[in-house]
């Protein structure tokens, strides 16, 4: 799949099941526990719990808070709750809530981990170096920040339904 990475795709309208693509960036740590046991939601967010997604690669250079790797996924909405409040009152009765940010940077934050229908795991090689000063990760004896320490093993399965 090729996704140019300041190419945003929100939805126009968001439907119920409407299945969409999203992005997430995490380090490589949290990447090799994804590959071993799947997405663990955060307790708490700006869109309440949850796993959080970008709409498009580039979003997620400001949105993540860890770096290294990337996570294509193809996520099923479910019922859409849809805000451009930040911290908003969140129904119950809804899966995801999708943010229509005031910048067309859109994110989401899916409730139950049944939503994410498969993903793809990318390491970023050449990661924003300016971004990994800023979190004060430091260089790493081969002079990288970033080395592919994970188990290609891991990743069997990974690819075949996106």
């Excluded at 380090?27 to 663990?40: M, P, Q, T, V, W």
């Excluded at 709750?81 to 995801?96: F, M, S, W």
């Amino acid at each position: 799949m090729y996704h140019s990475g300041n190419r945003c795709y929100p939805p126009d309208k968001t439907q119920d099941n409407q299945i969409v693509v999203g992005f997430h960036q995490t380090d490589y740590k949290a990447a090799y526990s994804i590959a071993e046991n799947g997405f663990r939601p955060s307790k708490s967010g700006m869109l309440g719990a949850g796993v959080y997604f970008a709409t498009s690669l580039d979003h997620t250079e400001f949105k993540a808070n860890q770096y290294g790797t990337y996570i294509c996924a193809k996520v099923d909405l479910g019922r859409t709750y849809r805000t451009k409040i930040r911290h908003p009152a969140l129904p119950e009765n809804y899966d995801t809530v999708y943010f229509e940010h005031e910048r067309s940077a859109d994110e989401f934050c899916v409730r139950n981990l049944g939503q994410i229908r498969s993903w793809i795991i990318a390491i970023d090689q050449n990661p924003n170096e300016r971004a990994l000063k800023k979190v004060d990760t430091g260089r790493l004896p081969s002079g990288n920040f970033v080395e592919d320490r994970l188990d290609e093993s891991v990743y069997k399965g990974c690819f075949s339904s996106l």
